[in-house]
């Protein structure tokens, strides 16, 4: 690093901070990054990151090993099965809803990672499952299990609706079209008052039941959840592997190519909306049942963001990194309660470094690194 | 004037150039005449900047350009003509033209005006056309505006790929009287063509590149009655 | 009322298309969308508020008011074109080879970053604009203009007028259209791309700043959420006059101003921030290229 960006960077960093802060905030600024850049040109110098990337291959010779893969993904299932048992209310909530991220990760990656389509409304396929359970129970006194397809129609309908027109459209405009219809939805959920009972929300939401008991006890959300992740981690995993989904696979690496060879690139494109805005329906109920309460506040803009962080930082396409990676996020807020005003912001620093140094996520292996030639 | 010693470059796995060994002195013309394929395009692409050699080294007046960017590499006297027209099709054939002259900002504006006059009596359409936008030239219109933009900028070395394409006979050889015009003002030229017969008579050397390699080199004249070269390259 | 709505229509339209001018020129240089430009134009709002008060701390805007709002116009676009500036270099440099999914999240991540940021050393709650315009105005062909309103659209209409010309008739706004068309070729001719790049997120900071302090005095408050929902208004306006498009983002944003008050006033205003999303879906779906835009060459 050349000798005058130690002093200019942190001294621009500075300034940016000067007017927000104050002289203070801004002499800490200018000695942190100082020093972090010195670090750098440190570790660069004395060739430590090569010392990294030793332990990694490490880590790497410890994860692709198969043996101890088999053991623990038992292991854990039995941990999870368990811990119930051991773990505090409190714990349980937090797994609970980490399970219906997982759901809403895992439907989104069906979009995002198997098709390459980009999403950014995905909370409106789950606010529409959430609220059409909310509706059926508390206006038409329908129950959890015949409201389940209800719901998990109703969001891939909504998915069919935005994509029939949508898929004609460019990668990046095709994102902000889902999230222009993400809007709408909240704004619609907003201001319906006579349906949704606008910005405050449906209240009373009744918990799920089986063969008339009420299974509206955390531990009985918990194995709900953790059933539902299962079963669709196995559903998943088989689309995943069959003829659709090696055509999504196809499309995503080359859409040209794909097309040439007879696929049907709409068909699929179509598929995978349908069948990722059905996750997002399931993990809509299961959060209004789990709740029992349901608002448009739950389905801003920024949980779509977080639902894309979640499908980006486990690995994009892989489902076990995803299901990983909608875990960490999940758990992120409890990790960081010491620095809890900074969660967001350490979110958004997160997905710039992340695409700076490792554009795949933490369990991608392979990635589409289409350089341009250089016109 | 220019040398490349040992120039590898590849576009990621695929391996264009496997060590070139070009030298071009000052006032002369050079040829770099190929198949298609064989990595002329490439070759001038390194010279530039646009592409970075993976290994060797190219110095311009003894001093070494890989490293460089394009935008220095033009300032320190190297123009490239690229291959297709590559015009600015949304700009005006006269801005495309002062595009030509972006670099030299410190040059007198009667030398920038010779300069134009120059560009116009070449190509009097553009004169004409001024105006009009440059995607609406047509195909043999377009080389003309490319070939008159890198007239602008005063270059010390020319770098020219395939400039006789899709032009007319009469086109052609007026554009190649154009090149040996430029170089008796003093142009070094290095010329990628595939109208090799042409290119080799005009040239004072030139160079024969073949699967990324230099397979032969000499006096355009010894090139020109070179029985390989006869059968390969002029179809005789 | 129709004309009054059209006034305030102006007003707002004004605005949404200084903010659509940053995206649209950045989109047509690098076809990103730079997702973290309406944090630019909240940064604007902020910076302009932060200055105007210190200055009226200092006793500035009570002895002479025009250099105080003078000086706090310039410092805001200072330091938003740095924003720009550090923005550009940090988040989307780096990834300018990479496949278009990349630098899109990276805009997302710098957006989330800049709210709270903002957020974090300002405070949540919304804050006030230190000076109050008056409320008084003309009569304008039956109808009332603030004083204001009318700075507002002068302003716009200005900056437009001078950002067209520099784009047209200067050496590097000849460049930036150059570099816009081919980036290579561009290069080739001894255009410093990388600058020009920069400068494009410096000018299009700078618009964006002028939008943030002249909302904030016209609303007379701001929050550090107000980037989102602006940005995506201005990026609609851009899209809708033609992305790439100069031009056609002044026009979006004025037609998209017009429509939102006119449909707040005859049609529902608790929808009116989502006729932008309505506008935006129906014109990416009939003509995606928009009004002015060139048709789409790449459908891919
Ligand atoms: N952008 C690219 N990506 C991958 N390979 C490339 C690229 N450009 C060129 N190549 C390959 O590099 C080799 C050399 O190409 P180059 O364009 O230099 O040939 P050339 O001699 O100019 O041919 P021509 O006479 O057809 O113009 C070819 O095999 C070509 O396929
Ligand atoms: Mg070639």
């Not at chain 1, 980490?98 to 198997?114: D, K, P, Q």
């Not at chain 1, 990046?172 to 993400?182: H, K, Q």
């Not at chain 2, 010693?5 to 050079?30: C, F, N, Q």
């Not at chain 3, 230190?130 to 200005?158: D, H």
Request: charged residues 15%.
């Amino acid at each position: 690093m050349k000798g005058n960006r130690l002093i200019v960077i942190p001294l621009f960093a500075a300034l940016l901070l000067l007017p927000f802060k104050g002289i203070q905030a801004a002499v800490i600024m200018f000695i942190t990054v100082s020093a972090g850049l010195m670090l750098i040109s440190f570790l660069r110098k004395y060739r430590i990151p090569e010392g990294f990337n030793k332990i990694k291959a490490g880590l790497q010779i410890i994860t692709e090993n198969s043996s101890i893969k088999n053991s623990i993904i038992p292991l854990m299932m039995i941990a999870f099965l368990v811990s119930p048992i051991f773990l505090k209310d409190y714990y349980l909530d937090v797994l609970i809803i980490s399970g219906i991220y997982i759901l809403l990760a895992l439907g989104l990656n069906i979009i995002v990672g198997f098709a390459g389509l980009l999403n950014l409304g995905f909370a409106a396929y789950y606010a529409i499952g959430a609220y059409a359970y909310a509706i059926a129970n508390t206006k038409f006194g329908l129950g959890f299990w015949p409201s389940l397809p209800l719901s998990a129609m109703f969001a891939a309908i909504a998915g069919l609706i935005v994509a029939v027109p949508a898929l004609r459209l460019r990668g990046d405009y095709l994102a902000i079209v889902t999230l222009g219809f993400g809007e709408i939805v909240r704004l619609v959920l907003n201001n319906w008052d006579s349906l949704t009972n606008g910005p405050n929300g449906i209240t009373e939401i009744a918990p799920p039941s089986l063969f008339g008991f009420s299974l509206g006890k955390l531990q009985h959300y918990y194995y709900i959840v953790f059933v539902f992740v299962l079963l669709s981690v196995f559903i998943i995993r088989r689309v995943e592997l069959s003829r659709i989904g090696r055509a999504w696979k196809a499309i995503r690496e080359n859409e040209i190519a794909a097309s040439s060879t007879g696929i049907n690139a709409t068909k699929y494109k179509l598929y995978a909306f349908i069948f990722g805005t059905f996750w997002a329906g399931i993990a809509g109920i299961l959060f209004a049942a789990k709740m029992r309460f349901v608002s448009p506040e739950s389905f801003t803009f920024m949980e779509s963001v977080l639902m894309l962080s979640m499908v980006i930082l486990g690995g994009i396409g892989n489902i076990y990194g995803v299901v990983a990676g909608a875990f960490i996020l999940a758990l992120l807020p409890e990790v960081l309660r010491g620095v809890h005003d900074y969660r967001m912001l350490i979110l958004g620093i997160g997905l710039v470094l992340l695409m700076l140094f490792r554009p795949q996520g933490l369990w991608g292996g392979h990635y589409r690194r289409n350089k341009k030639c250089s016109s | 004037m220019l040398k490349l010693s040992s120039v590898h470059t590849s576009y990621g796995p695929i391996k264009a150039l496997r060590g070139i060994d070009i030298e071009v002195y000052k006032g002369e013309i050079v040829c770099l005449i190929g198949s298609n394929g064989a990595g002329k395009t490439t070759t001038l692409m390194t010279i530039s900047g646009i592409l970075k050699p993976e290994a060797g080294d190219i110095l311009f007046k003894d001093e070494p350009i890989k490293d460089t960017s394009p935008h220095i590499i033009v300032k320190k006297g190297i123009c490239h003509v690229p291959e297709g027209r590559r015009i600015f099709p949304r700009l005006t054939i006269m801005e495309n033209i002062e595009m030509g002259a972006y670099s030299e900002v410190r040059t007198q504006k009667s030398e920038l005006r010779n300069n134009l006059e120059r560009v116009f009596a070449l190509f009097p359409i553009l004169k004409e056309r001024a105006k009009q936008m440059g995607g609406t030239l047509s195909g043999g219109e377009q080389q003309m505006l490319a070939i008159g933009r890198a007239l602008m900028s005063n270059p010390e070395l020319l770098l020219l790929d395939e400039p006789s394409l899709g032009l007319a006979p009469i086109m052609v050889s007026r554009i190649f009287k154009t090149i040996k015009e430029i170089n008796n003002e003093g142009v070094t030229v290095l010329l990628v063509e595939q109208n090799a017969k042409a290119a080799l008579k005009l040239s004072n050397r030139g160079y024969v590149l073949e699967n990324g390699a230099i397979k032969l080199h000499g006096r355009g004249g010894d090139l020109l009655h070179n029985e390989e070269v006869k059968k390969a390259y002029l179809g005789e | 009322m129709l004309l009054q709505q059209l006034i305030n229509g102006l007003t707002l339209g004004g605005v949404y298309a200084l903010i659509a001018l940053g995206y649209t020129m950045v989109y047509g240089i690098l076809e990103l969308i730079n997702f973290a430009h309406g944090e630019i134009y909240m940064l604007g709002a902020y910076l302009g508020i932060i200055f105007l008060a210190f200055f009226t701390a200092a006793g500035l805007t009570a002895t002479s008011l025009p250099i105080a709002l003078f000086l706090t116009v310039l410092l805001t676009i200072i330091f938003c074109s740095a924003y720009g500036f550090a923005m550009e270099k940090t988040a989307y440099k780096p990834l300018r080879n990479a496949p278009r999914l990349s630098p899109l999240i990276s805009a997302i991540g710098v957006s989330i970053f800049l709210q709270n940021y903002v957020m974090l050393t300002q405070g949540a709650t919304d804050k006030v604009f230190p000076y109050k315009f008056s409320s008084a105005g003309f009569q304008f062909l039956n109808v009332n203009m603030t004083y204001l309103q009318a700075i507002i659209i002068a302003v716009s209409a200005l900056l437009m007028l001078l950002l067209h010309l520099f784009i047209q008739k200067t050496r590097i706004g000849k460049a930036m259209r150059a570099t816009a068309q081919d980036k290579t070729m561009a290069s080739l001719v001894g255009i410093n791309v990388d600058i020009i790049i920069s400068a494009t997120f410096v000018i299009g900071a700078g618009l964006a700043a002028v939008a943030g302090i002249m909302v904030a005095a016209y609303y007379g408050l701001v929050n550090y959420y107000i980037g989102y929902i602006a940005g995506i208004k201005a990026f609609t306006a851009a899209v809708l006059g033609g992305i790439g498009s100069i031009p056609g983002a002044m026009l979006g944003g004025i037609v998209l101003g017009l429509v939102e008050s006119i449909g707040a006033a005859y049609i529902s205003s608790e929808y009116k921030d989502a006729y932008a999303f309505i506008i935006l879906i129906i014109i990416l779906l009939i003509k995606p290229s928009g009004i002015l835009g060139k048709t789409a060459e790449e459908k891919v």
